[in-house]
């Protein structure tokens, strides 16, 4: 069991669909990312959000739309997505935004672009 | 700057050998230095991480690893393989000059057991 929740753990969606990823941890972590991860690769970079403002964006399309209602929570919305934008998609937070700072992980979401 | 290199996409072992994973860092300043583990289906979990002081990590899993700064590397051992070790294992560095919390990940290692 992982102390970082995501839902859903599947996510099939059409090009023209909305949806949103949701993440929840209740550490009282300060910092939370969101990644994504293509097979066999590493995890990339997409979003930071420090003390529940946006401190990095990895040059992100605007397909993705990140937010963050409280310090509990995550969310990423989606829009429009491509095919290429299918993978699995990670959350993670830890304790502080300095770099010594371990982050952990919840399970993803696989999304599924048609 | 920052970079990471696993040497070896692939390690293959017996159960009960000694595992070693390869990591090799590129760090303008002292650095923060993780390993972490991804199962199936799976997020990633810390295995262990150096910050300061001991240079010889120990972490969950009988895993520890040792920063050598002479040799930049971090390299990931266990005495005696056991088939739950079998998963891929990301090195990761980040230092103090970056940006908070952002951690450069290498490309991952494929660990096999065979019994």
């Known amino acids: 069991d992982t102390e970082v929740t995501q839902t859903p753990k599947h996510l099939v969606m059409g090009m023209t669909n909305k949806k949103s990823l949701k993440c929840e941890q209740h550490?009282?972590?300060?910092?939370m990312y969101w990644y994504k991860q293509k097979a066999k690769k590493p995890p990339e970079l997409m979003f930071v959000y420090s003390y529940e403002k946006l401190s990095i964006n990895e040059s992100v399309p605007s397909r993705f739309s990140p937010e963050c209602p409280n310090s509990s929570l995550l969310n990423l919305h989606l829009h429009a997505l491509q095919p290429e934008d299918s993978a699995l998609y990670l959350c993670?937070?830890?304790?502080?935004?300095?770099?010594?700072?371990?982050?952990?992980f919840g399970d993803g979401t696989r999304l599924s672009i048609l | 700057a920052q970079s990471v290199t696993q040497l070896g996409s692939h390690v293959s072992v017996s159960e009960g050998a000694l595992v070693l994973l390869r990591c090799n860092y590129s760090s303008s300043v002292p650095p923060y230095l993780f390993w972490y583990v991804q199962y199936p289906n799976q997020g990633l979990q810390l295995l262990l991480k150096?910050?300061?002081?001991?240079?010889l990590v120990k972490g969950i899993n009988g895993f520890e690893a040792e920063f050598k700064k002479s040799e930049t590397s971090f390299h990931l051992t266990k005495p005696s393989a056991h088939m739950s070790d079998a998963a891929e294992y990301f090195c990761?560095?980040?230092?103090?000059?970056?940006?908070?919390?952002?951690?450069?990940f290498g490309d991952g290692t494929t660990l096999t057991v065979k019994p």
């Open positions: 990761a560095v980040s230092d103090r000059d970056t940006n908070a919390g952002k951690s450069t």
């Open positions: 550490m009282g972590h300060r910092a």
């Open positions: 150096y910050t300061t002081g001991a240079t």
């Open positions: 993670a937070s830890s304790q502080g935004d300095t770099d010594n700072q371990p982050q952990h």
